[in-house]
């Protein structure tokens, strides 16, 4: 099943993507939902950000060749990955959906890169869940691209400009449910050739993992997102570019580049 | 005035706080707002944060003494205060109100300390604001406490259970309106007894400086709040010490410190 979240004139709301079709709902998947009899060609909506986060978690550094990858260009100490899944934070300012341009600031000293992740979506308050327990509380999965502005990276003591930058956090197109998150190809293309591929099965901490860890000390409420982390080295995009991040039984998250004008 | 966001039986509503009344209103100060004829005794509501942040910021190291606190402590690696203001990030799950409990996790290893801070709060969308035009946007300002378990602090690589804990992020109680933010007097206190006082005209970076600054890449949206730092050093609470954090012109936030159970 597939949840969009989508605007047609003035209106938002939530759908179930059926083929090229959009089912309109009335609630959200994170409370109760009824079907509408209201159908929309789904080339006709604007598909949104799927959830707008309560809290907008990034695990950062979460596969061994992006580790390597980091400390070979200085942007990691270390080339080992993180011995404990100690999650990070990213910001809604810079979420942008499906199709929506990413805007490269005036004053960017380059370069901007993608980084492909698979994102996991909350559907339920949670705390304290084992391990076992812990994909209970997962809605279902969508996509992120976790842009990096590297001299910014490397300059600040904080990544808020590097990778919290207006448009800088694109994700979606919806969110899939009935996934398994330690098994699905990701493919990142840039202007339609591949720039890289991996399966999730090579997290470092697994999707669960994150899960329980953090569901020790914090509350996890529904539409609260997880970005996963990238593997392999990235790469640099510029105006014009279209980066395109897809993912088995996802979809495909796609964006153009412009520079700020 | 004063802005306070409560509840009543199940009804969440704002309202202005006028001697000991508070004046409900329909709508909110981030949007429109009308006042209507329900009038309750402070005393009788609960106060709730006064606003849920879209992005919740903090400025982290922001006053001099505190930096070479840190630094002694071994919070930091350096006594000086940083060169830019890069902003960091807390998260929503952590906040809770005026009077509501601060809940020690049984596994903490100890200190958990308080850190009061002055709190600024957007009131209207805002990009690429001057200096001169950057208090513009703000609606006004409440108190924060930056709770932090300084061995999870000197442990992790990020800062999510060390000041993310859920309950580690008392805001409140209200959000006064009509201040100079480079002019407050901060009192904090430990069971009745001053242990920190502090003018924020001491900031290294003020809040037009982070504002302008910040709105330079992205995009501030009512509701969402800046904490800009503690001066001098902090010190441990343990179950059973009430902490408060006033403010000249605001009014006095007031949490318990409990273990968990």
Redesign the interface.
Known sequence: MKWCRFQVGNKVAFGMVEGDEVVEVSGSPFETYQATKSRHPLSRVKLLIPC?P??FYAA?VNYRAHAQWAATVGLAASPNP?T?A????R????LIAHEENIVV?KDSLGVVEYEGELVAVIGKKA?HLSREEALSCVLGYTLGNDLSERTWQKQ???L??AK???TFKPMGPWIATGLDPNNIDMTIRLNGKVVSQFNTGKMVFDVAHYIST?S??????PGDVIWTGTDNATGPMRPGDVVEVEASGIGVLRNRVVAEQ
């Open positions: 707008v309560p809290t950062g993180p404990k100690d999650i990070g934070y910001a809604n300012n810079a600031p705390k600040d003591r904080t808020w400009r919290n930058t207006d953090m020790h000390y914090l509350t996890l409420y």
